[in-house]
C-alpha cells in the first residue's frame, strides 16, 4: 500500500485548484520585482492553464504611462525571463488582461480612484469582485499602501467577494520595525487574507527539498546528524544590480535582503522535523521549532565565525562585471 503522506509529497504543490476570478494590483508595476519576477510567473501560470478564466492585472505606479506602453514594455521583460520562453501569440492573448493605472502611493486620492477603476472593471467582466493586492514597492511604502487601502475600504472584502494582500520581502528592517509592519497589516487585514511571501519558496529546488528529504527510502533513514558531517549552503547569483536595485540593497544589505529569509527558510527545509500534514501551519511549526534551536553568536563569534565583504571587478559567463562600489545607484 502506498504511504498517502509520502505520495502527497511526491505530487508536490502542483495539486492545486484553480484559484475564482479576480483582480491583481500590484503596487509597484514598473519595478524590477514586476517585471523580471511576477509578470513572468503570471504569464507562465496562464500558459499552464493555472490562472481563472477571467481574471484582470492592474499595474499601478506614478509613471506616466498608459495599457499599450507599459504592456510593451512588459513583454521585452517576458522575453528575457519567462522559464519557459516567450510565445508572440499567447502573450497577446495574455496582454489584454493587462491594464496600467497612474497614481501616487501617497495620495487617498488616487486609492479612491483606483476603487473606482477596479469597480468599473468588475463590472464589465465577471471578475467575483475578488481583489488581490500585490505589494512590490520599496519597503517605505508598504505602511503607506495599506494606510491608504483602509482609508478607501478596499481592504473591507466586497459582499460577494474576498480582499486580500500578498507582502514582500524585507518585511522590516529590525525587529522593532518587523513588529510594526505587522501590526499595521493585522489592523488592516484579516489573517487568513494576508500573505507575506518568500519567493525563493516557490522555487522548484526549494520545493524538492521536502520530497528528497521525506518521500526518498534512500535519504530518508539517512538525513541525521549521526551520518551527515556538516550543512553548507551556498547562494551563488549569476544578477548583479540590475533594474535601479542598488538603492534598495545597499541599503537592505545582504544579511536582511538573502540571510534572515532566504537562506534560513532553505536551512529551515533542510534541518527541520516531518510535519504531520502537509498544511501550511504544519509545515511552519516544524519551521518555528528549528528557527528556536539556532544558538544566537555574541559580538566576538560574529569577529570569529562571520565575514562580511563586497565583491570587486571581474568576469562572468565571459563578460566584464563592474564591483559592488561601481555597481548602478550604489
Known amino acids: 500500500m502506498p504511504d498517502?503522506?509520502?505520495?502527497?509529497?511526491?505530487?508536490?504543490?502542483?495539486?492545486?485548484?484553480?484559484?475564482?476570478?479576480?483582480?491583481?494590483?500590484?503596487?509597484?508595476?514598473?519595478?524590477?520585482?514586476?517585471?523580471?519576477?511576477?509578470?513572468?510567473?503570471?504569464?507562465?501560470?496562464?500558459?499552464?492553464?493555472?490562472?481563472?478564466?477571467?481574471?484582470?492585472?492592474?499595474?499601478?505606479?506614478?509613471?506616466?504611462?498608459?495599457?499599450?506602453?507599459?504592456?510593451s514594455e512588459l513583454e521585452r521583460s517576458n522575453h528575457e525571463n519567462s522559464r519557459s520562453g516567450h510565445n508572440e501569440k499567447k502573450w497577446e492573448e495574455f496582454s489584454k488582461s493587462l491594464f496600467y493605472f497612474q497614481g501616487d502611493l501617497n495620495s487617498k486620492k488616487s486609492f479612491s480612484d483606483l476603487k473606482k477603476y477596479?469597480?468599473?472593471?468588475?463590472?464589465?467582466?465577471?471578475?467575483?469582485?475578488?481583489?488581490?493586492?500585490?505589494?512590490?514597492?520599496?519597503?517605505?511604502?508598504?505602511?503607506?499602501?495599506?494606510?491608504?487601502?483602509?482609508?478607501?475600504?478596499?481592504?473591507?472584502?466586497?459582499?460577494?467577494?474576498?480582499?486580500?494582500?500578498?507582502?514582500?520581502?524585507?518585511?522590516?528592517?529590525?525587529?522593532?520595525?518587523?513588529?510594526?509592519?505587522?501590526?499595521?497589516?493585522?489592523?488592516?487585514?484579516?489573517?487568513s487574507d494576508t500573505y507575506r511571501i518568500d519567493h525563493y519558496l516557490g522555487k522548484e529546488t526549494a520545493q524538492n527539498i521536502m520530497v528528497l528529504r521525506f518521500a526518498n527510502s534512500i535519504f530518508e533513514p539517512l538525513w541525521r546528524s549521526r551520518f551527515i558531517d556538516h550543512v553548507q549552503i551556498t547562494c551563488a547569483e549569476h544578477l548583479g544590480m540590475e533594474g535601479g536595485r542598488g538603492a534598495y540593497y545597499d541599503k537592505a544589505g545582504a544579511a536582511r535582503?538573502?540571510?534572515?529569509?532566504?537562506?534560513?527558510?532553505?536551512?529551515?527545509?533542510?534541518?527541520?522535523?516531518?510535519?504531520?500534514?502537509?498544511?501550511?501551519?504544519?509545515?511552519?511549526?516544524?519551521?518555528?521549532?528549528?528557527?528556536?534551536?539556532?544558538?544566537?553568536?555574541?559580538?566576538?563569534?560574529v569577529k570569529k565565525n562571520v565575514i562580511r565583504a563586497q565583491y570587486t571587478e571581474g568576469s562572468l559567463s565571459g563578460k566584464t562585471v563592474p564591483s559592488y562600489r561601481d555597481e548602478d545607484r550604489v
Open 118 to 191: 477596479i469597480t468599473d472593471h468588475e463590472k464589465k467582466e465577471d471578475t467575483f469582485h475578488n481583489r488581490l493586492f500585490y505589494l512590490s514597492t520599496a519597503p517605505e511604502f508598504f505602511p503607506v499602501v495599506l494606510d491608504n487601502l483602509k482609508k478607501v475600504q478596499l481592504n473591507i472584502s466586497p459582499e460577494k467577494g474576498w480582499s486580500r494582500v500578498i507582502i514582500e520581502k524585507p518585511f522590516g528592517s529590525n525587529l522593532h520595525t518587523a513588529q510594526n509592519l505587522n501590526q499595521t497589516v493585522n489592523e488592516t487585514f484579516h489573517e
Open 4 to 71: 498517502p503522506y509520502v505520495e502527497s509529497l511526491r505530487r508536490g504543490f502542483k495539486s492545486r485548484d484553480i484559484p475564482g476570478s479576480c483582480s491583481i494590483i500590484i503596487f509597484g508595476a514598473t519595478g524590477d520585482l514586476t517585471h523580471r519576477k511576477l509578470i513572468p510567473a503570471l504569464y507562465n501560470l496562464f500558459l499552464n492553464k493555472e490562472l481563472p478564466s477571467s481574471f484582470k492585472i492592474i499595474g499601478f505606479a506614478r509613471r506616466d504611462k498608459n495599457d499599450a506602453i507599459w504592456r
Open 257 to 301: 535582503d538573502m540571510v534572515q529569509n532566504h537562506l534560513l527558510q532553505l536551512l529551515s527545509l533542510i534541518a527541520m522535523e516531518p510535519p504531520t500534514d502537509l498544511s501550511a501551519n504544519s509545515v511552519r511549526d516544524e519551521k518555528v521549532k528549528v528557527l528556536r534551536t539556532i544558538r544566537g553568536m555574541g559580538p566576538e563569534e
